[in-house]
């Protein structure tokens, strides 16, 4: 979002209401937040209910993050024209409403629209909470609202799985959904009683033909990689025309931005090399962290026989080395060279993900919280360091544009990043599979062992009993080549910090930290 034109957009509020205020941009930040963990342990629930392929409820994430990217780049405008409060006390009301609707969907297609619907409302949340908290605070104060603002993003991610998985085993999947109705209201209230109303002001006009461009673009880009698995890919008409389109779309983006006098993202960006090493890597960040978390659902309850509450609580742990690290890594940052903390972290990920792909069919639960926890403190060490040094050269002028960018790129390497594993998943499920098939034969003496100590319709069920061992070991054999593949991604990055140049903790990255 554009950050900079935020600010000191709201006029100065009563003391009585700083409290409503701050429970209320504290609450819309923590329910966008837990929006983006709380379904994931509720996937293969919904995939039954719904009817739907693995690939295709992996559209009930992807669908939230890629509107959430696209929604988030017009907030700056939008807050400004239309004044701070009414858009802000929309987005709530539109999330909350949104949220019901996916509760009571009765198909794949109606979540999945009322998650497009969810994440466009949602994207507003977090930086309007951010901008608010920033006028509502004296400068002396501003930096422990920001702290106790940081501590509300990382909550949600953190009791997202164990909340989704509690929801989902006592109830039902539709109410990790109807848990926003609640929050939705009350902050929705303390909002409209404590907020003070801004005047529009002026702004200057947003490229709304770039924005268009750039938003096809991701869109045709996603519609091709979660339908190309089920479709085919390229043999498909329908997946060459998004292809197609896609293409085209970005082309007229970078055409348009080359030659329009106020483009939507400025081409001067660009040479910062700080900016580009830190885009690149966010991107690669984006990929491997919400991969994880739609991956190993499936794995912990269908393939390991966990309940959707366990598989909510040994999946936690990763959100809490996020935080530890995150705090470790904001206190050193003024005595270390950015660069340190991020290599650590990028080692750290590797490490785990690696670990991850060495996973059996029966591995445990105590191996799987270690390597979370390993996960998320590399994470955590990565992500405050790596927006310090991403913003620290950016000429002030650019700052919004920077963020919206980092923020846009994170997002869409999420979504593309979920896309990728499902399919990967899916063609390594079968390839595996046919590997593991040539061994079962009338010439394999331990089958034949193993057939013939049962007799008639016993017999039958030894085979089939076979099959279903070879679909769960191809299944675990598949996930675990994404877990591979991710961890070789995080080391082809590292060389991207010789890129880039040193910078150290500073107002300008403080608020990229932020959005």
Known sequence: MRGDALKASTPAVALGATGLITFGTLSATMMQALDTTIANVALPHMQGSLSASQEQVAWVLTSYIVASAIATTPTGYLANRYGVKRIFLIAVAGFTIASMLCGIASSLTEIVFFRLLQGIFGAALVPLSQTTLLDTYPPEKQGSAMAAWGVGVMIGPIIGPALGGWLTEYYSWRWVFYINLPIGIATFFALKAALPDSEPRRSAPMDFTGFLFLSVAIASLQLMLDRGQSLDWFQSTEIMVECGLAIAAMYLFVVHTM??????????????RNLVGGLIIIAMLGVVLFSTFALLPPFLQRLQGYPVITAGLVMAPRGIGTMIAMQISGHILSRVDARLPILVGMLLLAYALHWMSNFTADVGAQEIVLSGMVQGLGLGFIFVPLSAVTFSTLAPEFRGDGTSLYSLLRNVGSSVGIALAFAYQDYGTKMAHSVLAENVNAFNP????????????????????????????SAVIGMLGDFH??????????????????GRLGQSSHDAVMD
């Open 259 to 272: 030659t329009t006098d106020k483009p939507f993202i400025s081409p001067s960006l660009f040479k910062d």
């Open 485 to 502: 593949y991710m961890a070789l991604g995080v080391l082809c990055a590292i060389p991207m910090l010789l890129f880039l140049r040193p």
């Open 446 to 473: 331990a089958l034949i062992e193993y057939v013939n100590s049962s007799n008639g319709l016993n017999g039958v069920n030894a085979l089939l009993g076979v099959e279903s061992e070879l679909q769960r070991q």
